[in-house]
């Protein structure tokens, strides 16, 4: 090999070698799923990462005077001005006493959601995660994860959305 040779094979090497550490390993991800792992109200829930396009902590909340029970104020997400709705007012468990820590904003939409705790993040085989049946009686809830010994319900963000936006239209 001649150095024109090296010097191309080592560049090829080292572009394989940083793609490897920027892409998944096929083995681990081939077959599960991301989900966030959340308490809202003492209750375990998880939310789909694909549904999640950011995640904060210890944002400040603008109170704004709302008719919604769910709707907390605005906060500054990704250097714009969002409006925050609690997850757990939207999943029955009310207002709580304490201004929610965490804060997501969700995919392909400008709305913020608040819930109490982060618990960490979970990558799920997906023969542990059990649909609902059609007709379930939460439209929020779609499913759920049976993992290490912890049943948490799936919220989904896009239902979530919907619901918000019935709600003010109908308002």
Avoid: C, K
Wanted: no cysteine.
């Amino acid at each position: 090999m001649n150095d024109a040779e090296i010097v191309q094979r080592a560049a090829t090497l080292r572009v394989a070698f940083d793609r490897s550490f920027a892409e998944p390993p096929p083995a681990i991800e081939r077959g599960t799923e991301r989900f966030l792992a959340i308490t809202i109200a003492g209750t375990a829930y998880a939310v789909a990462q694909a549904e999640v396009a950011a995640l904060f902590v210890d944002r400040p909340i603008a109170e704004l005077a709302s008719a919604a029970t769910t709707f907390l104020g605005v906060a500054m997400l990704d250097g714009e001005p969002v409006p925050v709705h609690g997850l757990a007012a939207l999943l029955g468990h009310g207002t709580g006493d304490a201004p929610p820590r965490w804060m997501l904003r969700v995919a392909r939409s400008v709305l913020g959601l608040a819930f109490d705790r982060l618990d960490g993040q979970l990558r799920v085989p997906r023969n542990a995660i059990a649909a609902l049946q059609p007709g379930a009686a939460d439209p929020l809830i779609g499913g759920s994860i049976a993992l290490n010994g912890i049943t948490r319900s799936i919220v989904r963000l896009d239902a979530a959305v919907a619901q918000l936006a019935a709600g003010i239209r109908e308002e």
